[in-house]
C-alpha cells in the first residue's frame, strides 16, 4: 500500500488560508490534518469549529481530525456534522473509550485512537480491533516544530505487532517531527500515515515538499 500524507494545517498561514488549502488540492497529498486543541489536555489552543467548516468548504481532500480536548464524546455529534472522514480522539481522555470509537463508527466517520508519547502502545491491544486507525504522538502534542522523538520507531513496530496478533485492519500514523530523513525508517516500521506540518508549510516550494516526500516511499 502506498503511504497516505496529511499535512497538518497547523502550521499554515492562516491570513491566507484559502490559498493555503487550494495548494494542498492541487498537490500529491491525500489528506488534512485538522488539531483540534482546547487548551487543557495540550498546552495550546488551535482553531474553533468555523474554521473546519471553512477547510471543509475549501477542501477536495478529506478531513484527518484529532481531537486534542477533553471530553471529546460532547462534539463527535457536531464533527459528523461538518462531514470529517476520519475523528481521532486520545486514549488518555476516554473513560469508556471502546463506546466512544463505536459511536464515532456509528455516525459515519472512521474512528481513530491517539497516544501521548508517555502512554504505553500494550494498552491498545483490546481496542485495535475496533480502531481504524491508530495515532502514535511523535512528539509532546500542542505545538508543531518539535524534534521528532526517536522512541517512535519501536514504538511503532510495538504496535505493527499488536495489529497483526489481533488481526486487526487498524492503519498507523505517526505526528511530530516527520521530514525527508525519517519519513522512509517509518514506513519500514509499519507506518502507513503521515502528519507533516512545519516541513511542508515552512518550505520555499510546498508543492515539491509534499512531492519528495511521496517520493521517499
Known amino acids: 500500500m502506498s503511504i497516505i500524507l496529511s499535512p497538518s494545517i497547523l502550521n499554515a498561514d492562516f491570513g491566507h488560508l484559502k ?3 487550494e495548494m494542498l488540492n492541487k498537490s500529491e497529498s491525500d489528506w ?8 487543557v489536555f495540550v498546552p495550546n489552543i488551535s482553531f474553533g469549529t468555523p474554521v473546519v467548516e471553512e477547510v471543509k468548504r475549501i477542501s477536495v481532500k478529506p478531513l484527518d481530525t484529532h481531537l ?30 471502546h463506546r466512544t470509537v463505536q459511536y464515532i463508527k456509528s455516525k459515519g466517520m472512521k474512528a481513530g485512537v491517539s497516544v501521548n508519547p508517555h502512554t504505553s502502545v500494550e494498552l491498545l491491544e483490546d481496542i485495535i480491533i475496533d480502531c481504524d486507525l491508530v495515532l502514535i504522538m511523535s512528539v509532546n502534542p500542542g505545538f508543531g516544530g518539535q524534534h521528532f522523538i526517536e522512541n517512535t520507531y519501536s514504538r511503532v513496530s510495538k ?12 492503519l498507523i500514523e505517526v505526528d511530530g517531527g516527520v521530514e525527508l530523513n525519517n519519513i522512509g525508517k517509518l514506513h519500514q516500521a509499519g507506518v502507513d500515515v503521515f502528519v507533516v506540518g512545519s516541513f511542508i508549510f515552512k518550505s520555499k516550494d510546498p508543492l515539491n515538499t509534499i512531492h519528495q516526500l511521496k517520493g521517499k516511499i
Not at 32 to 39: A, P, T
Not at 82 to 89: A, D, E, Q, R, S
Not at 160 to 168: A, G, M, V
Open 159 to 170: 504496535l505493527k505487532e499488536i495489529i497483526l496478533k489481533r488481526n486487526s485492519k487498524a
Open 68 to 97: 486534542m480536548i477533553i471530553n471529546p464524546d460532547s462534539y463527535i455529534d457536531m464533527f459528523a456534522s461538518f462531514g470529517v472522514y476520519n475523528l481521532t480522539v486520545h486514549l488518555e481522555t476516554c473513560k469508556h473509550l
Open 32 to 39: 488534512v490534518h485538522l488539531d483540534i486543541m482546547d487548551g
Open 19 to 21: 490559498s493555503e488549502i
